[in-house]
């Protein structure tokens, strides 16, 4: 399913994603763009389902954050 959005939403998505610790980008790629489930993922990363679970809640509360404009503290840079 492709959805248009506009090219200064794309851009401020990117931004926030690329901010993101890598395990977060890879997790949510594989949830969010690969519809792998969480068992999947964990499976794929060697780690477990709540593992994926919680790094996946950090990187959609990182994004939102960021897209209303928020900036990130240096502590949820790193985690």
Not at 24 to 52: D, P
Request: proline content about 3%; glycine content about 2%; overall charge positive.
């Amino acid at each position: 399913m492709e959805v248009d959005v506009d090219p200064e939403t794309a851009r401020r998505f990117r931004e926030a994603f690329l901010k993101l610790p890598l395990v977060q980008q890879e997790i949510f790629r594989l949830h969010r763009l690969e519809n792998l489930s969480f068992a999947e993922i964990a499976w794929l990363l060697k780690v477990s389902e709540g593992f994926v679970e919680r790094q996946l809640a950090k990187a959609i509360l990182k994004i939102a954050k960021q897209m209303d404009g928020a900036k990130l503290s240096w502590w949820e840079r790193l985690r």
